[in-house]
């Protein structure tokens, strides 16, 4: 049996993989260079283009560029008109944002918990945190694959609930052939580094109903409308005249990061082949593999995947899943965790959450791992990844070391 790095054994690789990473090429480059040459760095005309281009991936009517996949939750929060004494069910297996939206307009965010094998939100646990507060739902993409629509959507109905899915690991998605974005009343999408398109920072929100795009649209920039079919007093005294018709904020996209945006979306189909084709390799590899638990997928989802997560089954290895954690670290196959459930965070303890809410969500997060999955990985880093979980496994299996033939390989 291989002796593990972190025993003073060699490691897989000689330098680190992290579990993400951008991919920006001197297209990019140049595309944003233009754009700082040129008279507008932000409100141009890159801005206009990134929207039309997201309208055209996702299939939605209107989408709306913000400064980040934060900022387009708030937004959409906003403009489902959430406030004091509304409640907004979410996950608790999520980046923090997708619940501290809510709190940012003075809601309350209620955790449903998650499906035991898709790990994403459990429709029939959304349905029993419904109460007479509830106003919306935020429902995560988690690792981008789609969320179950076809219920969420029946209950929002029924309910009078806003649909608002959080698509920041999703973009590429679709769900029963439709692109996410196309489904929710509101989807909003991050292009921080690690997702799958990035433009440095960002973020944008799409919807097919005007209403909701009018607010999106003030939400963003100020409140504020130099618009005459939105104004108000349209018979103004001069060119200087604008006017704030709510209350907004300053969360719009630069036109240079529009530009990334714009020349990465160029290759958003190549890089969702390229993450399918790695996501096939892992589930291969690791399906049968004992001690590992691979994540399930709904059919109705063909998903451009953003995290790759091999959940741990403890009961069969001897070590605890911060050991098995250190041991990747130290064969240079960098994993991370995502996520802590968000109402274990100190903050949201303060705020009268217990542990123990969403028992299956906190179940699972004990034993999940996410290991390295973007595009530029190479084939032989791909190998890498899957030597050095079969490495680990081997050592701690209970049933002792694996069979097989890459023990043996050093
Ligand atoms: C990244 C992320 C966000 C926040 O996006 P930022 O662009 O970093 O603000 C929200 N929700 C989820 C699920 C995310 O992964």
Redesign the pocket.
């Known amino acids: 049996m291989e002796k593990l790095a972190i025993n003073g054994g060699f490691p897989v690789r000689s330098g680190k993989l992290e579990y993400g990473r951008q991919w920006v090429i001197e297209e990019d480059i140049a595309e944003v260079a233009q754009v700082l040459r040129g008279d507008f760095i932000t409100c141009g005309a890159k801005v206009d283009e990134a929207e039309r281009t997201i309208e055209s991936v996702t299939g939605a009517k209107h989408a709306v560029v913000v400064s ?4 387009a ?1 708030h937004c959409a929060m906003i403009a489902a008109g959430v406030g004091p004494g509304d409640e907004v069910i979410t996950t608790p297996l ?2 923090a ?2 619940a501290n939206c809510a709190l940012y307009c003075g809601a309350r965010p209620v955790f449903a918990d998650v499906d035991r094998d898709t790990y994403n939100i459990d429709p029939e646990d959304i349905e029993r945190k419904i109460t007479v507060h509830t106003k919306a739902v935020v429902a ?1 993409d988690f690792t981008g694959q789609a969320v179950k629509h076809k219920e969420i959507r029946e209950i929002c109905d029924r309910h009078h609930l806003i649909f608002v899915e ?1 698509a ?2 999703a973009i590429g998605t679709t769900y029963n052939g439709r692109p996410i974005g196309s489904l929710a009343d509101m989807t909003t999408f ?3 580094p690690v ?1 799958t398109v990035t433009s440095g ?3 944008a929100i799409t919807t097919d109903d005007d209403e909701l795009y009018r607010k999106l649209v003030l939400a963003h920039t100020h409140g504020i409308t130099k618009d005459p079919q939105l104004m108000e007093e349209p018979e103004h005294e001069g060119p200087w005249y604008y006017e704030q018709l709510s209350l907004g904020y300053n969360y719009r996209m630069t036109d240079f990061q529009a530009a990334l945006l714009c020349s990465q979306l160029k290759r958003l189909s190549s890089f969702k082949e390229r993450r399918q084709e790695i996501v096939r390799k892992y589930d291969r590899a690791f399906s049968d593999l004992d001690g590992i638990i691979v994540q399930k997928e709904i059919p109705e989802s063909d998903t451009c995947r953003h995290l790759y997560i091999i959940r741990l089954d403890l009961s069969g290895l001897t070590c605890t899943r911060r050991q098995f954690f250190d041991a990747m670290a130290a064969e240079n196959i960098q994993p991370q965790i995502h996520y802590v459930p968000v109402y274990w965070f100190p903050y949201y303890q303060h705020l009268g959450y217990e542990k123990g809410l969403c028992p299956v969500a906190e179940e699972i997060y004990a034993g999940i791992m996410s290991i390295p999955l973007y595009p530029k990985m190479t084939d032989q880093d791909v190998d890498d990844v899957i030597h050095a979980v079969r490495k680990v496994v081997s050592n701690y299996r209970k049933g002792g070391p694996l069979p097989g033939t890459d023990d043996e390989r050093r």
């Open positions: 980040n996949g934060t900022a939750l999520t980046f944002a997708s995560v959080d920041a690991h991050s292009f921080h997702k920072e960002g973020g």
